[in-house]
């Protein structure tokens, strides 16, 4: 999600296969499966739908978003298969703007940008939080740069440890790392891959 043009992105999305597959991200289904009670869900750059897919079925209430017309469709079409409703909007990521103190958790998963539009980002989707709401987030490390499993090979667009701690430092932490893994997400994520991982919790 490094680039912001949408004609990119369709042109990924176009394919009939899902490109990132139909099963959810690891992290973000360990983390929701641990969630008491289904709330409402916030998803950014959700992509082809598949980890919308994968709370709707659970009971959540999912609001997703990209900026690709192709990506809505094929999770639309996820999520007619699997007899789920998911509200997907499409919309220029720099310019959502998600309603205040209204989801009970938001995941932010392999959405990546420059420093400055970070930033600006991830405090919407803070502040889109109830007290108490928590953030599920998984991007690709420094680390990553040079491996072919997957992230933008652009340094400035890789995430560190401590821009996690900066960006979320009104958030109570639960848990950071870096960890290496294996990705099996469909061909463009597929590999040893380094990610931060963050789960953070809105004071109250």
């Given at each position: 999600?490094?680039?912001?043009?949408?004609?990119?992105?369709?042109?990924?999305?176009?394919?009939?296969?899902?490109?990132?597959?139909?099963?959810?991200?690891?992290?973000?289904?360990?983390?929701?499966?641990?969630?008491?009670?289904?709330?409402?869900?916030?998803?950014?750059?959700?992509?082809?739908?598949?980890?919308?897919?994968?709370?709707?079925?659970?009971g959540?209430?999912?609001?997703?978003?990209?900026?690709?017309?192709?990506?809505?469709?094929?999770?639309?079409?996820?999520?007619?298969?699997?007899?789920?409703?998911?509200?997907?909007?499409?919309?220029?990521?720099?310019?959502?703007?998600p309603?205040?103190?209204?989801?009970?958790?938001?995941?932010?998963?392999?959405?990546?940008?420059?420093?400055?539009?970070?930033?600006?980002?991830?405090?919407?989707?803070?502040?889109?939080?109830l007290?108490?709401g928590?953030?599920?987030?998984?991007?690709?490390?420094?680390?990553?740069?040079?491996?072919?499993?997957?992230?933008?090979?652009?340094?400035?667009?890789?995430?560190?440890?401590?821009?996690?701690?900066?960006?979320?430092?009104?958030?109570?932490?639960?848990?950071?790392?870096?960890?290496?893994?294996?990705?099996?997400?469909?061909?463009?994520?597929?590999?040893?891959?380094?990610?931060?991982?963050?789960?953070?919790?809105?004071?109250?």
């Open positions: 999600m490094a680039d912001f043009k949408s004609n990119f992105w369709d042109e990924r999305y176009s394919a009939e296969e899902y490109v990132y597959g139909t099963e959810p991200n690891q992290f973000f289904r360990e983390q929701l499966d641990n969630f008491p009670i289904p709330g409402k869900l916030l998803l950014p750059g959700e992509g082809e739908g598949r980890n919308a897919v994968y709370a709707a079925k659970l959540w209430q999912v609001d997703a978003f990209d900026q690709s017309i192709k990506a809505q469709e094929k999770a639309l079409k996820l999520a007619d298969k699997n007899g789920v409703y998911i509200n997907y909007l499409v919309t220029d990521l720099r310019n959502f703007a309603t205040k103190n209204y989801y009970n958790a938001a995941a932010i998963i392999f959405v990546h940008f420059d420093s400055e539009t970070r930033r600006t980002f991830y405090k919407k989707i803070i502040d889109s939080l007290p108490g928590k953030i599920i987030l998984e991007l690709f490390s420094k680390n990553q740069f040079g491996k072919n499993s997957g992230g933008p090979q652009n340094i400035e667009l890789l995430y560190s440890l401590e821009e996690a701690k900066h960006d979320f430092k009104r958030m109570k932490t639960l848990l950071i790392e870096e960890k290496d893994i294996f990705l099996n997400e469909g061909d463009k994520h597929s590999g040893e891959a380094s990610v931060i991982r963050y789960i953070g919790e809105k004071l109250k």
